[in-house]
């Protein structure tokens, strides 16, 4: 554990995230509005390392990197809103830096962590527009299968849509909820905040990529259903047909970001604005 004086605030300590620091993150995301529950964070604990901010006892701050191959997501990016502006955020942000090491950087900003995000040399790639509501049953234009088993092949999609290596947490997510198929695609609805989430959504084209969302809400008929979708995806209004709305979003930003094939698969939905 290290000790900071962050000067206007009283000395903190800045130390390695454990499971013992859930109950205190789990607040502090509450606090901010965040919907996650316990699990939600215990499933991004699964492939990240982090950093918890405490003072007298008490998590003040969090920030986790999650790591995925030559990857890293930067996430859970928070400070007790009574100490903020105090420079507890740019010290954590610097560690987690530290952990991705020499991958590739990506984070979703929220309006309050941008002009931290660009100090840092963070840069804006595109939005990403978070839809929810009570989803609506609509047929899918194309064939889809429902309860499949997660596959390597499915990885492999993930992996040619992302750059990212998620094989164990894809095998995860698809244990805690359901997994959709169709001929150009697969994704995987789960289990998160207030209902479900869908994502990822990883397909070959948009035809697929609707298929999918409308079977996933059709699977789940009046229950609330959130989808966090990369804008320039271009099905934001599609989505809005099947029941949700505009709920918010963020900035994706990357640093350091390195070269990749064009591959022709598109990541339509993310797994969450956490975990890319
Ligand atoms: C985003 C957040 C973590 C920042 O934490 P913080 O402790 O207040 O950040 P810091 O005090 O270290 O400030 C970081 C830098 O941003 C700058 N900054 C903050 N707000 C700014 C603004 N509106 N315009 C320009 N610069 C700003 C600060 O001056 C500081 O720069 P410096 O290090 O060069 O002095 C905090 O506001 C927070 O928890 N917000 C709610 C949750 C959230 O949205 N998290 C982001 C998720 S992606």
């Not at 499971?19 to 316990?38: F, I, K, N, V």
């Not at 790639?125 to 929810?132: E, K, P």
């Not at 889809?144 to 995860?172: K, N, P, Q, W």
């Not at 397909?203 to 999918?212: C, I």
Request: aromatic share 4%; with cysteine; net charge neutral.
């Amino acid at each position: 554990m290290t000790r900071h004086d962050t000067g206007a605030t009283a000395a903190i300590e800045i130390t390695s995230f454990t499971e013992d620091h859930l109950p205190g993150a789990l607040a502090l995301s509450q606090a901010a509005g965040w919907p996650h529950r316990r699990e939600d964070w215990a499933l991004g604990l699964t492939v990240s390392q982090g950093v918890a901010a405490i003072e007298n006892g008490r998590v003040v701050g969090t920030a986790l990197c999650s790591l995925h191959g030559r990857v890293a997501t930067l996430n859970m990016i928070i400070v007790d809103q009574s100490m903020r502006g105090q420079g507890v955020g740019r010290l954590l942000m610097e560690k987690i830096i530290a952990l991705a090491g020499d991958r590739e950087m990506r984070l979703v900003g929220t309006e309050q962590g941008l002009p931290l995000y660009r100090k840092l040399g963070f840069a804006p790639t595109g939005r990403i527009v978070q839809l929810q509501g009570l989803a609506r049953a609509t047929p899918s234009e194309q064939p889809i299968c429902v309860g499949a088993e997660a596959t390597e092949a499915m990885a492999a999609m993930d992996h040619a849509a992302s750059g990212m290596e998620r094989a164990a947490l894809l095998a995860r997510i698809a244990e805690m909820g359901v997994t959709l198929t169709t001929e150009g695609g697969f994704a995987m609805l789960r289990p998160f905040g207030r209902g479900h989430v869908l994502g990822p959504v990883i397909a070959r084209d948009k035809a697929a990529a609707r298929a999918l969302i409308a079977g996933a809400a059709t699977h789940l008929t009046g229950q609330f259903l959130r989808i966090d979708l990369p804008e320039e995806q271009g099905l934001a209004p599609f989505v809005e047909t099947l029941g949700l709305s505009r709920a918010g979003g963020g900035t994706a930003m990357v640093h350091s970001p390195r070269p990749r094939p064009e591959t022709g698969w598109q990541t339509h939905a993310l797994i969450s604005q956490a975990l890319g």
